[in-house]
């Protein structure tokens, strides 16, 4: 007889198992197992046909997940059975009864986990928005935090610790631990602030006195900020809530602030007309905002500068985008180009005019003369 035989036939002896109890445990088990195999396989086919033919926010991994502790509640019911049919002793049997419990507060919470995440995704597909992504995926984490101590606080119970006891042991070491940690718990409700106030969100490009750059990620502790030189630098959360954000991300319109200088030899005539044309190129561009009600709109002729006659042209793109805000500018400067060009006029740049005059006593093809510069 082998160590394999001697170890069963020592197993049966001491719990009392006869051979008809453990062919019967055998079937018990076995059919427990494929039911939840057959459960799995069933519940698989008609996720994929759900997720195909639906444009549904959960994800399909998430369906797999919450499918798991739902079939593992077969293996303990087989298991359950299995119990009954070999009837343990009593102090075996406590040990037993104990295991499936705790089992089955595993799988229970492990269903609720698996929860939390579709319901969040559907809680941001209903709300249409009044929820935003960051504040929900912070209060999903929060509940996944609470889900898993209620869990191990009721297995806990279930081996006979006191729980009431424990908890108080954890409240005199939460106190030593929250002195240690202060700057920890400041960033977390830091994070609760911004997200909360909703100063930015996930994807936004906002600018402080030490970074600028687009948000990647907002956590308990720091928030990731992808500058444009593409370092990602991580700022403590209390840090951001206590500085002034600027969020380009909600601008309405985009600025622009140009000057064009034209010669002082232009006519007034053409100086009017420029403008008009300017003024009228704008209104009639798809892409440039005039509504008076939203934006403030000038093209004007501003001052007399050194060397120049200043048009002071003010006005705001409909794109907040960097790229199109770019092909904007570029077709308003080459329009504004063309149009100084077409009215016979053309774009003044510092100049000195300089004269030259005779000194008394010298002859006048004297090589030292007297300079006199002027600015004009």
């Not at 501003?302 to 077709?331: A, G, L, P, R």
Request: glycine share 6%; charged share 20%.
């Amino acid at each position: 007889m082998n160590f394999a035989q001697q170890a069963y036939l020592g197993f049966c002896q001491v719990f009392d198992l006869t051979l008809n109890k453990m062919l019967i445990i055998s079937l018990i088990l076995a059919v427990g197992f494929f039911a939840r195999n057959l459960f799995s396989k069933g519940v698989m086919i008609v996720i994929k046909k759900f997720t195909e033919h639906n444009q549904s926010a959960i994800r399909e991994d998430y369906l797999i997940n919450l499918m798991k502790p739902i079939s593992l509640t077969f293996v303990i019911g087989a298991f359950h059975l299995a119990g009954l049919v070999a009837e343990f002793p009593m102090m075996v049997a406590l040990f037993y009864q104990s295991l499936l419990k705790t089992a089955i507060t595993f799988a229970f919470f492990w269903g609720v986990f698996s929860l939390i995440k579709p319901l969040s995704l559907l809680t941001g597909k209903t709300q249409k928005g009044n929820l935003s992504e960051e504040i929900r995926e912070l209060i999903s984490n929060l509940l996944e935090i609470i889900v898993v101590i209620l869990g191990i606080l009721s297995v806990m119970q279930i081996w006979g610790v006191d729980v009431a006891a424990f908890l108080a042991g954890l409240g005199i070491l939460g106190m030593a631990i929250g002195f240690a940690a202060q700057d920890t718990i400041k960033n977390f409700f830091g994070c609760i602030a911004l997200l909360m106030d909703q100063t930015f969100q996930k994807g936004h490009w906002i600018k402080t006195d030490s970074v600028e750059g687009t948000v990647e990620h907002i956590g308990f502790r720091t928030t990731a900020i992808r500058q444009f030189d593409k370092a990602l630098v991580h700022i403590p959360n209390a840090q951001l809530a206590d500085a002034a954000v600027i969020n380009f991300a909600k601008m309405t319109n985009r600025r622009v602030r140009w000057t064009l200088g034209v010669t002082y030899d232009t006519p007034s005539a053409t100086l009017e007309k420029i403008v008009v044309r300017i003024r009228e190129f704008l209104e009639a561009h798809p892409k440039i905002e005039t509504d008076p009600k939203k934006v403030t709109t000038l093209i004007n002729l501003e001052k007399f500068n050194d060397s120049s006659i200043d048009i002071f042209c003010y006005f705001f793109t409909k794109t907040i985008k960097w790229k199109e805000y770019m092909d904007v500018k570029e077709e308003c400067v080459l329009a504004f180009k063309r149009i100084v060009e077409e009215e016979g006029s053309s774009f003044a740049f510092p100049s000195q005019s300089v004269y030259i005059e005779s000194i008394k006593g010298l002859p006048e093809n004297s090589d030292t003369p007297l300079l006199k510069k002027s600015k004009a």
